[in-house]
Every structure is written in C-alpha cells, then in structure tokens.
C-alpha cells in the first residue's frame, strides 16, 4: 500500500510564502514521478490543476504557466519526500493542494496514488 501525506499548508496574505511537503509511505519513490496538483474553491475533481511535476531522478522539471517563476518543486529520495515552495502567493493560488505519484508500472495514463490534499489560502 502507498500512502501520500500532505502537511504546510494554511493561510498567508497576498505576497507570502509557504512550503507544502509531502511523504511517501510504501512503494519504491525512488522510481515516480511526482507532481502537486491544485482544486480551486468550486473547481470538481477533473477540474485539479497540474501545478508542478518532477521526474523521478529529478532531472525534468515542468511548471504550469500560471506558478512559472513563483512555486519550485524538489524531491528527496532517501527521504521520500517532495515538496512544493511557493513564493509571491496570490489569491488566485487559494486551493486544496495535492500529491500525486505516478508509478511507471501501473497506469500510464493518470497518477496511481494520491494524497487527501491540504488546503491553502491567500488573502487580498
């Protein structure tokens, strides 16, 4: 079993800066590539955002034009752990945030684990 844990969201005001981490419990991280996906308020499930991806190595990077230049996605693989900093937050940031892994031996077409989200505000 895989399981994703989300924790370092909250609330800051236009122009804050927070770090999302995420966990990885189970299965081989090592190997997944990881992304951080956001719900805007109103937003349904097929609507979540692919903010940030990393490779599994570490070596591509991709950004939605929207957070290019303000939010960077690390990894640590000994730790299991990536994580999303995000800097000059803006309200239109506000969102539940989420970990996806895609693991290579499963479905190439979605992410296979996800974590519960955590929610960020930015106020104005």
């Known amino acids: 079993q895989v399981l994703l844990v989300e924790s370092g969201g909250g609330s800051v005001q236009t122009g804050g800066s927070l770090t999302l981490s995420c966990l990885v419990k189970?299965?081989?991280?090592?190997?997944?590539?990881m992304a951080w996906f956001r719900q805007a308020p109103g937003k349904e499930r097929e609507e979540r955002e692919e903010a940030a991806v990393i490779s599994a190595n570490g070596g591509t990077i991709y950004y939605e034009d929207g957070v290019k230049g303000r939010f960077t996605i690390s990894r640590d693989n000994p730790k299991n752990m990536v994580y999303l900093q995000m800097n000059s937050l803006k309200p239109e940031d506000t969102a539940v945030y989420f970990c996806a892994a895609d693991d290579p031996r499963r479905d190439p077409d979605n992410y296979d684990y996800w974590g519960q989200g955590i929610q960020v505000i930015v106020s104005s």
């Open positions: 189970g299965g081989t991280f090592s190997t997944y590539n």
